[in-house]
Structures are given as C-alpha cells and as structure tokens.
C-alpha cells in the first residue's frame, strides 16, 4: 500500500505549466482551438436560431437544454483535448520528441469511453452544485485529472473516476485553490480581452461573444483558444505532478505502446 504523499506545490504546477506551454506552444494551442472549435460553432448555431435572445419563462426550457448541450459538449471535448496533450506532457517529462499524431491517435481511440465520463462527470458537477457549493467543489478536486487518467492509463468508466480520487488524495485543498487561482486570472484577463473587443469591434458583451460576423466570432475564438490551451495544459501538468508524487504513474515502455 502506497503512504500518503505530502500536498502538491502550487508554485510547481503553474511554474510547470508555463514551461510546457514554452516548450510546445503550437501544439497546446493547436490542440486548445481543436478542442473549442465544435463548442464555439454549435453556440453560434443556437444563436443564429434565437435561442440566446429575448429568454422569457416560456422558453427558459429551450435555453436550458442549449447550456447544458454545451456543456456536455464541451466537456467531452475538454477530455478528448487533455488525453491528447497528455500524451505529449509525458513524451517531453521522458525527454522524448513530440509525437502529436500518436498522441490524437490514443486519445481518438479512447473516445467511446471518453463520452459517458464526460457525461456522468458532467452530472455530478451539476448535482453537487444543486445540491450544495460543497459537493461540487468537492467532486471538481476529486475529478481534477480524469481526463489524463482515462487516456494515459486507459481506465474503465468507474475506475476513471477511482483513480483520478487516488491520485488527489491528501491534497484536494491545495488542488481547489490551483483551480481557484488559475480561474480567477484567466477569467479577469479574458474579461479585460472582452472589454477591449467590445470596444474596438463597437458591440456588447453578449453580441461579441454570440456574433456570427467573422471579426466577433475570430476575436472570441483566439481568447477562448488561450484559456483553453493554459487550462488544458494545467491540466496535465497537474497530472504528471500527481503521479510523479505517488510515484505510480505509466511507465515508459507502456507510454511507447499507448502513444506510439
């Protein structure tokens, strides 16, 4: 039985995580636009189709099941995106070259599994959260690295989950304030972002965001594909620093067979 490892530093997965950015920029941000791209297209769909204008009571229904359609897609887009630069984070902690082909691969080849994770990942966020703040923090910090589990370790459904609370045991506090952090600067600097576009582009917040004209829809796609690629490549960094502290993780005969 593996002892308790002390609580993660979270100097050491931001500083981690900006240098894996350094090292592959083009990839984490490549994969980052793959990943908003279906999301940012079905939000302007249901926008060009008037599900964000004028909510009254008598279609507060149809706005509800637009967000959580959105949701769920982004979720599993979220996944599929953190199992692809996973693949990549551990090639570079084993001082090997980046193989993105390999590492879509193993994560397209995982995405049956991947939708009823997001989907029982997604419910559980949700419940917590109707229920009380409590749950939902709590499930947010126990579920932090499901998506690197599912595809590094090729997890089923229920172990996904298992493993993802192993690895997070012992410092799940450390791990609510990463994500609080982290939350709260990209959100103010992509709030700073927005304000800026909605005064050169003359619009308002929620026409720049649901705009169908190709300068609006360009401007939040590039900011979206920034908060993206930094959120998904804490991510994994978070996830290597986990495995790396139990000392438990994949090893790099298993890394060649899954990514190669």
Same mark, same amino acid.
């Given at each position: 039985m593996l002892e308790e490892q002390s609580p993660i530093g979270i100097g050491e997965v931001?500083?981690?995580?900006?240098?894996?950015?350094?090292d592959r920029a083009a990839t984490?941000?490549?994969?980052?636009?793959?990943?908003?791209?279906?999301?940012?297209?079905?939000?302007?769909?249901?926008?060009?189709?008037?599900?964000?204008?004028?909510?009254?009571?008598g279609s507060l229904g149809n706005y509800g099941l637009a967000l959580l359609a959105i949701s769920a897609l982004g979720t599993f887009m979220a996944f599929f995106g953190q199992g692809v630069l996973v693949g990549?984070?551990?090639?570079?902690?084993?001082?090997?070259?980046?193989?993105l082909l390999g590492a879509l691969a193993a994560a397209a080849r995982r995405l049956p599994i991947a939708?009823?994770?997001?989907?029982?990942?997604?419910?559980?966020f949700i419940l917590g959260f109707v229920l009380l703040v409590v749950p939902g923090i709590m499930l947010l910090t126990m579920w932090a690295v499901v998506g690197p589990v599912l595809v590094a370790? +090729?997890? =089923?459904?229920?172990?996904?989950?298992? !493993? @993802?609370?192993? %690895?997070?045991?012992?410092?799940?506090w450390r791990i609510f304030l990463l994500l609080l952090v982290a939350g709260i600067a990209v959100g103010g600097l992509n709030w700073l972002?927005? +304000?800026? =576009?909605?005064?050169?582009?003359?619009? !308002? @917040?929620?026409? %720049?965001?649901?705009?169908?004209?190709?300068a609006p829809f360009l401007y939040v796609t590039l900011l979206s594909t920034i908060a993206y690629g930094f959120q998904l490549a804490m991510v994994c960094t978070l996830y290597i620093v986990l495995i790396e502290r139990r000392g438990d993780g994949p090893t790099t005969d298993r890394l060649t067979r899954i990514f190669e």
């Open positions: 931001i500083s981690e995580t900006f240098e894996f950015i350094g984490v941000f490549g994969v980052a636009f793959l990943v908003i791209l279906p999301e940012r297209l079905l939000i302007i769909y249901l926008a060009t189709h008037g599900v964000f204008q004028n909510v009254t009571s990549t984070a551990l090639q570079r902690r084993d001082g090997r070259q980046s193989d939708l009823p994770v997001s989907l029982l990942y997604l419910a559980g370790e +090729r997890t =089923g459904l229920f172990e996904t989950f298992s !493993r @993802s609370r192993a %690895l997070t045991r012992n410092t799940r972002l927005q +304000r800026l =576009g909605m005064s050169v582009l003359e619009t !308002r @917040s929620l026409v %720049l965001s649901y705009a169908v004209e190709p």
